[in-house]
């Protein structure tokens, strides 16, 4: 089943450890409908400016993935963020922000989009999720993301759009000040009390948990020796994960842990190379060759 | 087959940040036979004073713990250990340590000990470390811990003991400050290049690494929402796989990998209560049947 993501598009200038690269292809939407694409056919809501380089959109649709829903403001530069990693590539700085076209992001869902199933609200600021969401009434499964900074200024917002989602996708960090509980596990479910049937701890190199109802679970990240540049990790593990449950079309708990593996493993993939530039090099089955790898590490 | 453990025998004060509890049976020693003893007999060396309760060495003796090496040294006091949670309990400050009888601590085998296979020096100074390994010369599996302690003030001798020994256990904060490798999977192999068959990084609450020239893989940790004391849970980790391994009389990779889901299972239960009164309530089949759902947690 097709699946939409709203989210940002953006040009990133990356410094890690050994190199710099600019103007990357970057930003949440477009690793996550990247992520998605080895699974199921995706449908793109962003914004971007005049200086965006045609390529990176017809890259895009190249995976068969669906720019009707990628503005061009006129007059506008696209996003760019800038992000310096430390030695040790779990730190990194927010060098700049230049929010640019993103400032005037209206997302507007082309109506072939607005009878999508499911749908992934990307770390946007609550009240543009939300907007987003009125638009997609036949959703049957709405995923969120949301970061620090939502948390800690647009908490109601944030609070009431967690009573219309079905599950939320966030790091430890975020869900720790979310709640106050420093406890993982209870962190996840205390977050997963406040609305979504389920929550997904990113954890960066240690992996991800689940928490549902009736379940917690823990997978652990791929043991990656060669981590080139981490930026994208969270947006490809949720793109991975949702991509699965689109092309399954169903959230059944087995499918669900199921997506969560995809979503570690793709994330594996990503931050093998700067931007998308490994993701641009695998296809589905070396997904899940290492899908079978990772089974084989976790059994006993 | 019996499992021999060097280690210390502690009275620990413990303070978490909902209560504090003095003159607790504490100690890497007392950890690790305890957690050992679900799966094998152990005999413990380590050296306690005067004021050492009688009823904690009949404790490990109803356990099927050989304490005919645990040293009780006239004029003296036991080894004592304090220290502080913070609200996030994955961190501690030491408040206080009075080595006292650990001072003195000269490990002599017992000649009943001496044939044994399986050997597991806990955190005591290197020197020390090779001195018991000395004695044990027809051990098939050694296996060693240690601390940021002796890899900052003791390097040499700790080298020298990495080439002495077929494993090692050590935190993952340890292995990056004894490498200077901060990628975890890198530190593991590098730590494991400098002698060791193989390397087990300790990540707390993320759970453990397994490095071995042919494979590398990662077992989260049991998801605990009631995490009481964290104090031992390295030290029990090491117990229940060590453990497991002289219970099945060889260390095969297969046996390895179950091994490592024991030792993850054992702490999981020791964090759930102070000292070792949670493992004081429970019997194999309690770690077998948390086996069982950790097996299914991690199947998909």
Redesign the interface.
Known sequence: MPLVVVGSVALDTVETPNEKRENLLGGSGSYFCYAASYFTPVKLVSVVGEDWPQEHTELLQSRNIDTAGLQVLPGEKTFHWSGRYH????QRDTVDVQLNAMNRFDPVLPESYRRCQFLFLANDPPPLQRKVLRQCTGASLIVADTMDLWIDREREELLALLKEIDGLVLNDSEAQMLTGE?????AA?LVRELGPRFVVLK?G???A?FAGKHE??????Y???N?VDPTGAGDSFAGGMMGYLAEQGNFEP?TL??A??YGTLTASFTVEDFSIDRLKQIEREDLDERLEEY?R????
């Open positions: 030695q040790n590539m779990n420093s406890n993982l596990v209870r479910h954890k190199e240690h992996g948990m917690t679970y823990v997978m652990p990240a043991p990656t020796a981590v087995e842990k199921t969560m593996a089974r590490m976790l059994s006993f």
